[in-house]
């Protein structure tokens, strides 16, 4: 194959007065340990509520009000600056890098216990490799759980019908696609790392190439976006599509240029569009010139995560 992250007591003068006066001093003794108590939990919630903004604040301080991203054109980039808008996080900023370079400052942060937040998604191999996780997102900035769906160019299906039929087919589980990205990162090269899943998962493969006709020579090109998780399954269809005959080529692209690379039949298809949020905006732009296969993967997440030895559970926590 080619490859292109929220008590007094009142004395009295008379006997009565003293007498109800010891009364009184006794209920309020009595009660003295259940008044304490509900003191004590009032100073401890106002307490945790006090140390958690002192958290959010440190965080704050500590990592320059900064969240780590990824690509900028990438749709989870929106959702973070859709958060910042939505909880008034007017001093946070979100920096573009990359997906590896996200994983790569969250891994040194790890290592060392410090603090930071990164834009992240599931599957992704981080969540099995460092205990992590999701900021509650209430305000729905980043929206709900997502799918990964299949596009390809409007003419496949007349063109190749048997690589049409295997991206037609492709489906499956976060599972399956942790377990590639975990070989990938730890040392395997892609391609290997694929090909070493199909071999291992005959059954499913099976039900992805099931009546379809190997081919001689035939030509085609995914594009994906530069995400572990996108490079696990683009590799594995990949590798599948080799193995009924056709040369294959996997590009990397902007996730605005993938989508139009597909949609101008430049490239035969993809399998890396999240909907119907992080990508929705260029189903938008593109997507009258797509072919929707539907989901080949259900449940996955976006949003703001963070190591799970921060004090902090919720984006309203940055405030």
């Known amino acids: 194959m080619n490859f292109k992250s929220k008590a007094g007591l009142i004395a009295g003068m008379s006997l009565g007065l003293v007498v109800a006066g010891c009364g009184d001093a006794e209920n309020n003794e009595n009660n003295a340990p259940e008044n304490d108590n509900a003191n004590n939990v009032n100073n401890e919630e106002n307490n945790n509520a006090d140390n958690g903004e002192e958290a959010a604040g440190d965080y704050g301080e500590e990592l320059d009000y900064t969240i780590t991203g990824i690509d900028a ?184 240029q993938m989508f139009q690379a597909v949609a101008d039949g430049q490239a035969d298809g993809m399998v890396a569009a999240w909907l119907p949020t992080t990508h929705d905006h260029l189903v938008e732009d593109f997507g009258d010139d797509l072919d929707s296969l539907g989901v080949n993967l259900e449940g996955a997440q976006t949003g703001l995560v963070v190591p799970e030895y921060m004090d902090i559970d919720s984006i309203e926590d940055l405030q």
């Open 73 to 256: 054109g990438a749709g989870i980039m929106s959702g973070a600056e859709q958060a910042l808008e939505d909880y008034g996080l007017e001093d946070w900023s979100v920096q573009a890098s990359s997906d590896a370079a996200m994983t790569q400052a969250l891994a040194d942060a790890y290592e060392n216990e410090e603090p930071i937040i990164v834009t992240g998604w599931t599957p992704h191999w981080k969540f099995s490799d460092f205990d992590l996780k999701f900021l509650e997102d209430p305000e729905l900035s980043f929206g709900e759980a997502e799918d990964i769906e299949t596009f390809v160019r409007q003419d496949l299906q007349d063109d190749e019908p048997e690589a049409y039929e295997v991206l037609d087919n492709f489906n499956w589980e976060g599972e399956h696609m942790n377990e590639v990205m975990l070989e990938i990162n730890e040392g395997a090269d892609e391609d290997e790392a694929a090909r070493n899943w199909v071999e291992e998962n005959e059954d499913l493969v099976s039900e992805w190439t099931d009546g379809v006709d190997e081919v001689d020579g035939g030509e085609i090109e995914l594009v994906l976006v530069a995400w572990d998780s996108e490079i696990a399954s683009t590799n594995v269809v990949g590798a599948v599509l080799e193995d009924i005959g056709y040369d294959v080529t996997l590009t990397p692209l902007e996730a605005n």
